[in-house]
């Protein structure tokens, strides 16, 4: 087990005073839905996603079952979405998931600020990285097929990072004058160009000035960054004992891989190096890394099992799967249970809501979003309920047993709640103060 030092107050000068207690929030997706065989069909019993009961009384499938020595720190949901993107192909909707934007299925594309990012605003204050930004895939992917799961504030794609090895030393390996040689020509750098592109601003049309202006807000976001760097420079990075950590791992050795990113995102926690964190588990649509992944529980590539459910075993085989993705956030969820708090207000767990979800359910159909969340405790959240919202699809049977494109077009004759109300609620109780995210105002009542 690596392990990483609390934050130490000796090392904070000149920097703002962290909380009396850290709140923190991660955020893991996973692309192509969930399984949902219909009620008649033999592997409902075993092999449905969603659970089985009521709120208090239900019943995991063989899908969620590893999560049940957690049951009194999870809660599952049922009856969330996006409305803006309810009738939005899957294979298209994974951009959308942290944001509520209206990204369209086609045509003109425009995103907005993701859960993490505004969240982030607010806790970067008080650690050395605003966030941290990883997936299977890294970078930024393309409009409509995101590799990474954060948007800033102008909706642009921030890039994530999938190498083990590259997180752990942006985390926990500085150069010391090497790097402050490297911010200071960042820097000159970085005033050459604002300084050309304003008098160049004055030359071009509407369209191109529309352009620049763009581009400078990316330039600003790097200007912050770099501020951020200079403050942070003089400080020691957290000592961490890397012995046990795997920095080579790939997602061809996909159990390594999950354990090693997963003990990245423990250890910037544990560090206080970042409070903010999101974990993109493979690109929708398939390719790339990720669809390695499914390989670790013996299974072909992972985006292939949703097209299969109707083949023997077809629903087993994805629920295999969904069940490994819920394991090792399982997994993740023990360990911040297992740690105190470094300034003793309970376990990490009891200051943490993690997330673990996607924007697809039953074969890339944009609706009943699978989600589970964690922890949370000291922040309000109470937890080992199955919640369900909206109406008409009290036993989550709607789209249940699609296994074709068809789906996604069908009118669906259920009432699903907005998922930003849920986010409005994680916001406030982030210390976040507004009662609106996505263009949807208010919290979700129950949580």
């Known amino acids: 087990m690596a392990l990483a030092l609390p934050w130490l107050e000796t090392f904070a000068a000149d920097r703002p005073t962290p909380d009396e207690t850290p709140r923190r929030f991660v955020s893991v997706y996973h692309p192509d839905g969930v399984g949902l065989p219909l009620k008649e069909d033999p592997a409902w019993k075993d092999w449905s996603w969603f659970p089985q009961g009521g709120e208090k009384d239900f019943r995991l499938t063989k ?7 957690l049951r009194d720190e999870v809660t599952i949901y049922s009856g969330l979405s996006h409305p803006a993107v309810r009738n939005v192909h899957g294979h298209s909707n994974a951009d959308q998931y942290l944001t509520g934007a209206d990204t369209g299925g086609h ?34 992917g393309a409009p409509r097929g995101a590799q ?43 005033d050459l160009l604002v300084a050309n592109t304003r008098s160049l601003s004055r030359r071009l049309s509407d369209h191109d000035r529309q352009t620049l202006q763009q581009y400078l807000d990316a330039v600003r976001d790097t200007e912050v960054k770099l501020a951020r760097a200079q403050k942070w420079i003089d400080a020691p990075v957290p000592k961490v004992d890397a012995s046990n950590l795997d920095l080579d791992a790939g997602p061809e050795d ?42 670790a529980v013996g299974l072909g590539g992972a985006h292939g099992l949703t097209h299969a459910v109707k083949r023997p075993d077809g629903w087993k085989n994805l629920g295999t799967y969904n069940r490994y993705q819920a394991q090792e956030f399982g997994r993740f969820v023990q360990k911040l249970k297992d740690t105190p708090e470094p300034n003793g207000r309970g376990t990490m767990l009891d200051n943490t809501f993690a997330m673990h979800g996607s924007a697809s359910s039953s074969f890339h159909l944009s609706r009943n979003y699978p989600i ?12 080992g309920r199955y919640l369900k919202f909206g109406s008409g ?10 296994a074709t494109d068809a789906g996604w077009r069908s009118k669906v004759q259920v009432e699903e709640l907005p998922l930003a109300h849920l986010f409005v609620t994680v916001l406030q109780r982030m210390g976040v103060e507004t009662d609106s995210f996505a263009g949807h105002t208010g919290t979700l009542a129950r949580v």
């Open 63 to 69: 899908v969620l079952d590893v999560l049940e020595p």
């Open 148 to 190: 990474t799961q954060s948007f800033n504030r102008q909706g642009r794609p921030i890039p994530a990072m999938n190498k083990p090895k590259q997180i752990f030393d942006t985390l926990f390996v500085t150069t010391g004058a090497e790097a402050r040689a490297q911010l200071a020509r960042s820097k000159s750098a970085l």
């Open 254 to 295: 996909a159990r390594s891989y999950f354990e090693t990113m997963y003990e990245l995102i423990y250890l910037a926690f544990l560090s206080d190096s970042t409070r903010v964190a999101t974990f993109q588990l493979g690109r929708e649509n398939g390719g790339g890394p990720h669809e390695l992944l499914s390989k």
């Open 393 to 402: 699809n009290e036993d989550n049977q709607a789209g249940a047993g699609i």
């Open 107 to 140: 045509g003109p594309y425009k995103n907005s600020i993701s859960l993490d990012q505004a969240i982030a605003a607010r806790s970067g204050r008080f650690t050395r990285h605003a966030s941290l930004v990883t997936s299977t895939n890294g970078g930024t």
């Open 372 to 383: 589970i969340s964690a922890g949370g405790k000291n922040l309000g959240f109470r937890n």
